[in-house]
């Protein structure tokens, strides 16, 4: 049976294997194809090795990394499924970090797929772990969980609610250095006037 540790490797195959596809993509659609299949079969391989030996902290990261993969396909009801197992698992695992991480994707998931309510419990939940649990190292995370709910509540027209969390995100990436998302926040704060 393979081991947990072989499911860390498929992971980080997986994921690095994505960071290169997507900084530098496939000439063809049948080698991006090919190469999309490969990761989320990694991923898909991982996933069943952490189930197998009831490890829920790494199956939170392979469940977590497989949404993304799927949600990338525009598999939604996958995506979704593999968010919510990973919520599940994050939960067994009784680790408020990882948790945290993804009950904040599982919010991503539901706020593509329109289901704005259920993105919204899922970011609250989210934002409280972060804000119970912070940390310096957890900075950015938390910068990113503020910015979804940013967004959520500025596609809802709470522009003041918007506004303060945008300030926040934008705070936070600034203290870890994040220029990118620093200047996203500028841009929404501009637009919110």
């Given at each position: 049976?393979?081991?947990?540790?072989?499911?860390?490797?498929?992971?980080?195959?997986?994921w690095t294997l994505r960071c290169e596809t997507?900084?530098?993509?496939?000439?063809?659609?049948?080698?991006?194809?090919?190469?999309?299949?490969?990761?989320?079969?990694?991923?898909?391989?991982?996933?069943?090795?952490?189930?197998?030996?009831?490890?829920?902290?790494?199956?939170?990261?392979?469940?977590?990394?497989?949404?993304?993969?799927?949600?990338?396909?525009?598999?939604?009801?996958?995506?979704l499924a593999c968010c919510e197992e990973s919520?599940?698992?994050?939960?067994?695992?009784?680790?408020?970090?990882?948790?945290?991480?993804?009950?904040?994707?599982?919010?991503?998931?539901?706020?593509?797929?329109?289901?704005?309510?259920?993105?919204?419990?899922?970011?609250?939940?989210?934002?409280?772990?972060?804000?119970?649990?912070?940390?310096?190292?957890?900075?950015?995370?938390?910068a990113n969980a503020l910015r979804p709910m940013?967004?959520?509540?500025?596609?809802?027209?709470?522009?003041?609610?918007?506004?303060?969390?945008?300030?926040?995100?934008?705070?936070?990436?600034?203290?870890?250095?994040?220029?990118?998302?620093?200047?996203?926040?500028?841009?929404?704060?501009?637009?919110?006037?």
């Amino acid at each position: 049976m393979p081991s947990v540790a072989e499911a860390l490797a498929l992971i980080r195959e997986a994921w690095t294997l994505r960071c290169e596809t997507l900084a530098s993509p496939p000439a063809g659609e049948a080698e991006r194809r090919a190469v999309a299949e490969c990761i989320r079969g990694h991923l898909v391989e991982a996933a069943a090795i952490c189930r197998a030996a009831g490890a829920d902290r790494e199956l939170v990261v392979a469940l977590g990394k497989l949404g993304h993969v799927e949600q990338d396909a525009g598999r939604h009801e996958a995506a979704l499924a593999c968010c919510e197992e990973s919520v599940a698992a994050a939960r067994r695992a009784d680790d408020p970090f990882r948790l945290a991480h993804a009950v904040r994707h599982l919010g991503d998931v539901h706020r593509h797929g329109g289901r704005l309510a259920a993105a919204e419990a899922c970011y609250e939940e989210a934002l409280s772990l972060y804000a119970r649990h912070a940390t310096g190292a957890a900075a950015l995370d938390h910068a990113n969980a503020l910015r979804p709910m940013a967004i959520l509540k500025e596609e809802r027209g709470q522009v003041g609610e918007a506004r303060l969390l945008w300030v926040r995100a934008r705070d936070l990436y600034s203290a870890v250095g994040i220029e990118a998302g620093v200047a996203e926040c500028a841009d929404h704060l501009a637009r919110l006037g």
